[in-house]
């Protein structure tokens, strides 16, 4: 078997970055560059032409995502510099046609990108008949987010065409690895090239892992195990702009300082100071809970202390959140327990056993129901809708890489303001 290509796609908005990225990948190892498709959106068919007179010995990728007028934008493309042209591979048939001509007519190939196509191995079958030179097996970024999987795409067209295959889609060095022994000729990688901060050592990790690919069994994962994992490696501000910048709790801050909370909330709503429904949710709660106290806008009264505290930790409770006040802050200090709390007063309240456990409550402005996933740490805390909980932890998990690149260009002595393009791209 030819030895698999590593295409880098770089789905950036600046001309400048990405000519410096691609080249750090190449450096790696890369072998094609994308010019992805919100780089053409952004910069136009410049950015193919800088990159083939950037790259003269590299196939050029336009992946210009073709729905219509199929010759027209192969043409563009291909006079532009580009070896390869991307096309919607649900595009009506007559645009695939109008594409396959321009295409041998100004002598390049065309990409089909699956992307959303509901019988993937028909229309395959039918692509590789009307002359299309690759199918890619590609699932987009925002299907990504919800769970969609590219290798489960590749594992789909084995045997289906006799063209190569390409596959795109979230991969890493251990996904591209399985790719490659799914039959994968040509291996798209961007995010985890294109937003790292070694951006060489990330293709070359790549390169190698496809080079000399390893059977690794998959491992079973619950889908709570790794909404939990996934929220554990960011920090609340990442997830609050994967939110679009909502879901923060106000006026909170964290007793203990540096600590980490996730976990699914227990809701408490207590009422006029009343601590029994606070401690008796301590038993409601299992492992890895967070419990959110709703008090009633009561600030005066402690319903939480140093015992509640030492109880949440016997029972392996991942911390804690109040509307309100608490007490014994010194020796709560000393257990370093994720605690997030408005203010700190003396005096407990009475336990009257007023209020409700597991209701929907309003707590620091946000709504929270049992079962949302509750993230604190010095920053602040957020509240994850449980029904979007994995999705908002991959799109978090996402910013955080974007920041990785971000920091590194920094770092080597460019502005933030310079590395975003605030200016280009203020809203008019
Ligand atoms: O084609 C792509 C996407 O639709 C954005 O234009 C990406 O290039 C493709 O998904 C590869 O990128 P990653 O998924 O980040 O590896």
Known sequence: MEKPYLQVALDLLDLPRAVAIAEEALQGGA?????????IKSEGMAAVRAMRERFPGHEIVADMKVADTGALEVEMAAKSGASIV??????DDAVIAEAVRAARKYGVRLMADLINVADPVARSRELEAMGVDYINAHVGIDQQMIGKSSLDLLARLAGAVQIPIAVAGGLDAATASA????GAAIVIVGGNIIRSADVAGSAERIRSAIDRPESRPPQAESPDAAVRRLLEAVSAPNISDAMHRKGAMTNLVSICGR???VGRAVTVRTIAGDWAKPVEAIDVAGEGDVLVVSSDGVTNVAPWGELATLSCRNRGIAGVVIDGAVRDVDDIRAMAFPLFARTAVPNAGEPKGLGEINTEIACCGQEVRPGDWIVGDESGVVVVPRERAYEIARRAVEVKKTEERIREEIRRGRSLAEVMELLKW???
Do not use: F, H
């Open 86 to 91: 991307c096309i919607l591979a649900d595009a």
């Open 31 to 39: 072998d094609w560059i994308e010019v992805g498709t919100p780089l």
């Open 179 to 182: 790719a490659v022994q799914s």
């Open 426 to 428: 203020e809203k008019r």
């Open 259 to 261: 600590v980490k909370m």
